[in-house]
Structure formats: C-alpha cells, structure tokens
C-alpha cells in the first residue's frame, strides 16, 4: 500500500538553484528514507531519518521530519545536471519492515 | 559485492505463457523484497521474505502470481500465466537488519503482449 505522497509531481530548475521535494504521509512512521531513480535503473537510497529526529544532513542533501504533520522535506543545494532524477519517499511503520513508496517528484536539472 | 541482481533486464513474453523472474540479494542480507512499478500506480509491495520465509504476500495481485525463496541467495517471481496487465519493471530489494535503506536490482522490465 502506498503511503507516501511527494509534493510536486514535478520540478524543473537550473543547475546551482536548490531543489525543495516534500513528502506527506499518513500513519506512524519508524523512519522515512528518500531514494533516487535515475531513468530506466533501480532506486538508490540517499538517506534515512528516524522518527526521533528532526533534521539530518549528507552532502548537499538535507532532509526534515515533522511527525506531528506527518510530513517531510528533501532539499538539495545546488544543484547539478546530474541531480535530474525521479525522487522517492518512503516510510516504515512501527514493526514492520517493508517500505510504502509514493509515487515520487520527477526533478529536471537543465544546465 | 556486485549489488542485487536481477534477470533477465528484459522480458517480452506472449499472454499465457509462464514469466519467471530472478533475483539474487546481497550477500548477508536477510530480508528480500519483491516490488511492481507501473505509471499508474506507483511501486507496489508484492511480496517479501525474511530469513528466507515469506511474511507478507499480500500484495500479490493475485494466484497468477508466485514467489520463493529457497536459500539465502536465489528468489524467483513467478506469473503463470501471465496477461498483459502484468507488464511492469519488477524490482527486487534487499537488506539486513532494521537499519539503513533498502539495495535495489537494476528491474526486469516485463512486456507481455
């Protein structure tokens, strides 16, 4: 079952803007973790918030959690031509395992 | 390690016939994920493993539908018989633990015709 709902459907920016993706969800969550598809490959993951966190940052990436709207947002600054990707959030819940996907924010970087 | 490994990358098959997908996880993974993705609907969860046993097939559309996963390093998805409904990228996951984000495969993008 999906879960997760990204906000916007698409993105189009210029390289060096930054890229702003957001995510609602609808039950309790374990963590909620951001993943990459780049046309025609399989997902890759770019990181993982817990549910007892509010803010976590890798490289360019910065993700928040707000749990009590049930929402989360994926920045990436500055971005690059290769940033263009789809962008995927998902979400656990408590003693499970498997991840609900959303149906994802399609990112176009143009140089 | 090589990553999850899914075959074949490509399958066109005619309605009726038997589709068998494969994946192999990453060594020392426990738990293995099989997940449907269409433009219409998403991805979908179909089925996963853990140590081996299934836990949740749930999302398996329907009988048409089979998975197992008889050691460690080998599942296989199987559609019989399969129906032009069924064609999708069919993606295998796996990791191990409660921590960290899921390896997906490359997909098997199934064309049925």
């Known amino acids: 079952s999906q879960q997760g709902e990204e906000d916007p459907q698409a993105l189009s920016i210029q390289e060096g803007e930054n890229a702003t993706m957001n995510c609602s969800y609808k039950?309790?969550?374990?963590?909620l973790q951001w993943y990459r598809q780049n046309s025609g490959r399989g997902l890759v993951h770019l990181i993982l918030?817990?549910?007892?966190?509010r803010e976590k940052h890798s490289g360019r990436l910065r993700v928040t959690l707000d749990t009590s709207k049930k929402s989360s947002s994926l920045l990436i600054t500055a971005s690059r031509a290769a940033d263009t990707a789809s962008y995927f959030c998902?979400?656990?819940?408590?003693?499970?395992?498997?991840?609900?996907f959303g149906k994802g924010t399609s990112l176009l970087v143009t140089p | 390690d090589a990553g999850v490994i899914q075959s074949p990358r490509h399958e066109v098959t005619e309605m009726g016939q038997e589709v068998t997908l494969r994946c192999k996880p990453i060594?020392?993974?426990?738990?293995l994920f099989w997940y449907r993705q269409t433009m219409m609907r998403g991805l979908e969860l179909l089925i996963y493993?853990?140590?081996?046993?299934?836990?949740?097939d749930s999302g398996m559309p329907e009988d048409r539908f089979s998975a197992k996963m008889p050691n460690a390093s080998f599942s296989t998805l199987k559609i019989q018989p399969s129906e032009p409904r069924d064609s999708a990228v069919y993606f295998c996951?796996?990791?191990?633990?409660?921590?960290?984000?899921?390896?997906f495969g490359s997909g098997t993008r199934l064309t049925v015709v």
């Open positions: 996951a796996s990791f191990f633990g409660n921590r960290g984000g899921y390896t």
């Open positions: 998902a979400t656990d819940e408590p003693g499970g395992y498997a991840l609900n």
């Open positions: 060594s020392g993974h426990n738990s």
């Open positions: 039950t309790s969550i374990n963590n």
């Open positions: 493993f853990n140590n081996n046993v299934p836990i949740d």
């Open positions: 918030i817990r549910s007892n966190e």
